[in-house]
């Protein structure tokens, strides 16, 4: 045992007297036996009650990855004297990766299609039905796992962790040794480090508690929201809850739940419900040893006009069809989760509220997505921000592009419609941590600094909007444009149904297709897929830019654009840390935390370049509870990662995201590729530069990048030259090849809109050029990247988009 020093300037974070055994674990002394308290016959926190995975790893396998797991989140002893809260740290501390349950999780899968496999996804399951989003060509997770654990050395439980860790070599420095030899390995390597930290504060126990919470200062869920209910509730789980009167119903269910219909009722009761609603439904008998299929589904409805998706596009051209009188049907992909019904934890919301359970990533892992799948798309668990589409991004389009609509009369009104539909308005009444610290940096060292337009009130003040609205405040489309549907009595709208093709035909005297619906599948409630048709006289494709070129693609589409020119306002990230208990400084406030308060309030466009080419990064803030705030954190070794995270209720995060030059393609809505433009880069450099300065000038004690050689340094005890030389010196760094995390809650741009069928998938009407009656509303018809927050934007496209589509509808003649 001996006194912990201090390895690096402002890595302290204990009282002076504690003292860790054991900062590194020796591999050949880790007892690879879990506790019986985490056997494969008991339940595992993460699971909530439910049973944990059977693998098929062998024992030696198992030992393998328990060592290799332990080595990056070893069990760690360490002694205090005078701390606040010295239990909760041991135990956080002592809890190694094996203890939460990591090596009990590896879930193996089969080759998709037969000719590729999600990697790594048979290595580790840690949350609950997530996806891993990349594919390797002809590799078996299995083999692989088995190949590398295995038989590298003959003991197990000595291989792979001694690779990484034992070899005396930094972190970045054994990545680069182990790329030139095994590439593959990297990146499995990468998304295990980043599942074990999140693990460890996902996962909760029958009480929605997690043990780690409190070492680290966070309350879990939002303390002045009362779930009626244990977990999160979906469409699924209040399937069959009966309400007593139409307020308990709304308490329950939310504003939408007169207009949401499950798919999965019985088709006699479907069709009835669907009837009273003015949607003509026809039910086909079918022999029983024959499965539905697009070509004999089961169920047929008919309705004006079908809507794929319900987030800022789809949402409002449903409201728009709707109220104007019009029969509309929406499709949605992701669950219905009212806001009296949800748990606001970080990892059952993400689950449920995320496409890949919030863990998406590029194939190569360069770029770490966050897109929204449920009821009301990214507009349910965005950050609020409500920025109306910049000057030089409209010149730009309709300049460059040639698209006059974004300059026209119908626009600008949009823009108006959009954001009084919402009660966007800018005002503060109390600012939160994050936001507070980037102003204060701001005005300290001259930057122009602004509020930032939002769907929600002056009062809101909520960090767990990302985990959904508990209030209702944040004017969503399931608030707003979704509510206006209902209430027109002329919409509704299916949760849990994925579109499987959009169906169309050559009519007599039409040298193009025409859109004449949708088929789609849903989980019958009986472990199977049904599929149902919808006939339209219109259908409108709005499933975000990363599912909509699939679809459109499935639906036998063959322009070249569709899923090309993918852009994904890359972004990232620096942090600086405030102490709590510092006696220099009465600000922020010591009850002040990281997750608290409205998520974005501020902004920054010192290096914007809005009066230039508009191709910069604005600088904001972002949503981080536990588990994101483990996955950007550099890991230098298992000590300094929990370390770190002590820190996290006091640590204010800063990002610059960048107007991307650089593009992508989408492959499938989990395959996606993408190249970081070498101006970008430069861009999101010089953004971490006045970031590290803004976290400085607002008091930050110490302050750092997520570049994974980890670097700190502590303002406070340094001279202006060494501060200097660290700012220049960490801005400076690359930020390709994994070395800092990338990531992007903006997707845009792979359908995109122009004047030419040869360099675009729509039209300025957003009609589709190969079939007629085919229209899409989502941000995949951006022709650029936008630059800033996308939610007025597509909404204001969309209410365009919508106005044509009524056109079409008025001169159709009745009937279907």
Same mark, same amino acid.
């Not at 929201?225 to 209040?238: E, L, R």
């Not at 767990?464 to 209030?471: A, R, T, V």
């Given at each position: ?387 109306? %589409? ?157 599912? %909509? ?14 899923? &090309? ?76 990662? &929990? ?169 159709? &003649?009745?009937?279907?």
């Amino acid at each position: 045992m001996h006194r912990m020093e201090h390895r690096r300037a402002g890595s302290f974070i204990f009282p002076a007297d504690a003292k860790l055994e054991h900062s590194l674990i020796e591999l050949n002394d880790i007892e690879a036996d879990v506790p019986e308290s985490m056997n494969s016959t008991k339940t595992l926190l993460l699971t909530g009650g439910r049973p944990i995975y059977v693998n098929s790893l062998s024992s030696r396998e198992m030992d393998s990855l328990a060592a290799l797991c332990d080595t990056l989140l070893p069990s760690i002893h360490v002694s205090f004297s005078g701390a606040i809260d010295h239990h909760s740290l041991l135990t956080f501390f002592s809890t190694s990766a094996s203890m939460a349950g990591t090596p009990q999780h590896p879930k193996t899968t089969t080759s998709k299609e037969g000719s590729a496999s999600f990697v790594f996804m048979a290595l580790v399951d840690v949350v609950r039905d997530l996806h891993i989003v990349w594919e390797i060509e002809l590799v078996d997770p299995v083999s692989l796992l088995s190949e590398i654990l295995s038989n590298i050395s003959e003991e197990p439980g000595t291989d792979t962790a001694i690779m990484v860790i034992q070899l005396s070599l930094p972190y970045q420095d054994a990545l680069q040794g182990l790329q030139l030899v095994f590439p593959l390995f990297v990146c499995v390597f990468a998304y295990m480090l980043a599942c074990e930290k999140i693990l460890l504060f996902f996962q909760v126990d029958e009480k929605n508690e997690n043990p780690s919470w409190k070492a680290i200062g966070y309350c879990g869920p939002d303390p002045e929201f009362k779930t009626q209910t244990h977990g999160a509730k979906t469409s699924d789980q209040c399937r069959y809850r009966r309400a007593e009167d139409e307020e308990e119903e709304e308490e329950l269910y939310g504003p939408l739940h007169r207009g949401l219909v499950d798919p999965a009722h019985p088709r006699e009761i479907l069709a009835e419900t669907l009837g009273r609603s003015g949607f003509h439904v026809s039910i086909h008998s079918r022999r029983k040893c024959k499965a539905p299929s697009i070509s004999s589904p089961s169920l047929t409805i008919r309705c004006d006009a079908v809507v794929v998706g319900s987030g800022s596009g789809g949402g409002v051209a449903a409201g728009v069809l709707a109220k104007a009188g019009y029969k509309v049907l929406v499709l949605e992909k992701g669950n219905y989760c009212a806001r009296s019904n949800l748990s606001l934890l970080e990892g059952p919301a993400m689950d449920e509220m995320y496409q890949g359970g919030g863990l998406l990533a590029t194939d190569d892992l360069g770029v770490v997505i966050l897109a929204g799948s449920t009821v009301g798309g990214g507009s349910t668990v965005n950050w609020s921000a409500s920025i109306r %589409t910049p000057r030089h991004v409209i010149k730009e389009w309709c300049n460059t592009y040639e698209l006059e609509v974004f300059d026209s009369k119908l626009y600008k009104e949009a823009l108006d419609v959009v954001c009084e539909r919402m009660g966007v308005q800018s005002d503060i009444h109390e600012e939160g941590f994050n936001n507070a610290v980037l102003r204060r940096g701001c005005h300290e060292l001259g930057y122009q600094v602004c509020n930032i337009p939002r769907n929600s009130s002056p009062d809101h003040y909520c960090g767990w909007c990302c985990l959904g609205c508990k209030d209702g405040r944040k004017k969503g489309t399931l608030e707003t444009w979704l509510v206006d549907l209902v209430n027109s009595g002329n919409g509704v709208i299916l949760p849990g149904c994925e579109a499987l093709k959009v169906l169309h035909e050559r009519k007599k005297g039409s040298n193009r297709d025409t859109a004449t619906g949708v088929a789609f599948e849903f989980n019958n409630g009986g472990g199977e897929k049904d599929v149902y048709v919808v006939e339209s006289k219109v259908t409108v494709v709005a499933c975000g830019a990363l599912s %909509t070129p699939t679809l459109l693609q499935k639906s036998g589409l063959k322009n070249a654009n569709i899923g &090309k020119h993918l852009h994904l306002h890359p972004v990232a990230m620096a942090w600086g840390y405030f102490p709590d208990s510092s006696p220099s400084t009465e600000w922020p406030e010591e009850e002040k935390k990281s997750y608290e308060g409205s998520i974005m309030t501020a902004m920054s466009t010192v290096v914007a370049n809005f009066e230039g080419s508009g191709y910069g990064a604005v600088i904001q803030t972002p949503a981080l509870h536990p588990g994101m705030f483990s996955v950007v954190t550099p890991w230098v070794s298992g000590f300094d990662i &929990k370390e770190r995270m002590c820190r996290f209720s006091r640590t204010a995060h800063i990002f610059a995201l960048a107007r991307d030059r650089g593009s992508g393609k989408v492959i499938s809505p989990s395959s996606l590729s993408y190249q970081m433009d070498v101006a970008d880069e430069e861009n999101l450099k010089k953004g971490l530069e006045k970031i590290l300065r803004i976290l400085a000038a607002a008091g930050a004690e110490v302050i750092g990048t997520h570049h994974c050689k980890g670097n700190t340094i502590n303002v406070k005890r340094v001279s202006s030259h060494k501060f200097e030389r660290f700012v220049k010196e960490e801005s400076a760094r690359g930020l390709r090849n994994l070395s800092t995390p990338i990531c992007s809650a903006h997707q845009m741009g792979s359908c995109r809109m122009g004047v030419d069928p040869k360099r675009s998938v729509v039209n300025q009407r957003g009609e589709t050029w190969e079939v007629d009656g085919l229209f899409v509303a989502d941000t995949s018809v951006f022709p650029t990247a936008l630059g800033v927050n996308p939610m007025v934007t597509v909404q204001a496209i969309a209410y365009c988009t919508a106005q044509s589509i009524l056109e079409v509808l008025r001169r159709k &003649k009745d009937g279907y």
